[in-house]
């Protein structure tokens, strides 16, 4: 089973421009999860999709957007970037019970911004 | 605001034991987890803990938590050079206070450095 995709890698952007992040879920998992992680922050939770819908939204303001296609698949965006948007954007899909949250995350996107 | 602390650092020697503490704050968290994460790499889930349990083992792994003094730790037997990495503990965050099933609140990570 393909675990979770992210692209692209790495990148480079500058300030003011914007950024589109991508995140291919496992096969089956409806829920998409996204994260920032910071060295001063660390992992800080940014929105969760499920069927299409925003199911949940953190504390980021509204240049940090994302949205859910009908196959699951996932991308968030970045508008007039700023240095301090610098991290490592990770994804995590899961499927919804009501049990255990168990997120599968993929190995990221590191953003760099100049 | 809910709160997950974890100690920055430990050491150890290979074949010790290793022990990663985490204090969180909610009180209703109903599964706390332990994920790891090398140089690299994303988070992978090492093992999750009902509330009203209080051990759990899965082979290396051991996981204790004390609900009353909500304190969560994480004992890896015989620490081998490849547990090196960082290691998160994270809970959910209740319903009635936004959480869902994708939002976990994390600790900033403890980095385990394993010494031959």
């Known amino acids: 089973k393909a675990g979770v995709t992210q692209t692209p890698r790495y990148l480079i952007k500058t300030r003011g421009q914007q950024v589109t992040l991508s995140c291919s879920p496992i096969?089956?998992?409806?829920?998409v999860s996204w994260y920032q992680q910071t060295p001063g922050q660390g992992l800080q939770f940014l929105f969760e999709y499920f069927s299409e819908t925003q199911r949940n939204k953190g504390n980021f303001p509204g240049r940090f957007s994302g949205r859910q296609f009908s196959n699951s698949r996932s991308e968030m965006n970045v508008s007039t970037l700023e240095l301090g948007d610098s991290a490592l954007y990770l994804c995590?899909?899961?499927?919804?019970?009501?049990?255990?949250?168990?997120?599968?995350f993929g190995a990221g996107s590191r953003l760099t911004v100049l | 605001g809910e709160d997950v602390e974890q100690s920055l650092f430990l050491s150890v020697r290979e074949g010790d034991s290793s022990v990663i503490n985490c204090t969180y704050t909610d009180s209703s968290s109903t599964y706390l987890y332990w994920y790891k994460q090398e140089p690299g790499a994303g988070l992978q889930l090492l093992t999750y803990?009902?509330?009203?349990?209080d051990m759990k083992q899965d082979q290396r792994l051991t996981v204790l938590l004390n609900k009353k003094d909500k304190h969560l730790s994480l004992r890896i037997a015989d620490t081998q050079t490849g547990d090196s990495a960082i290691y998160f503990c994270a809970e959910s965050q209740p319903m009635n206070y936004g959480g869902s099933q994708g939002n976990l609140i994390f600790g900033k990570g403890t980095k385990l450095s394993v010494k031959p």
């Open positions: 803990i009902f509330s009203n349990m």
């Open positions: 995590a899909s899961s499927i919804p019970t009501s049990g255990a949250n168990v997120l599968t």
């Open positions: 096969s089956g998992h409806r829920s």
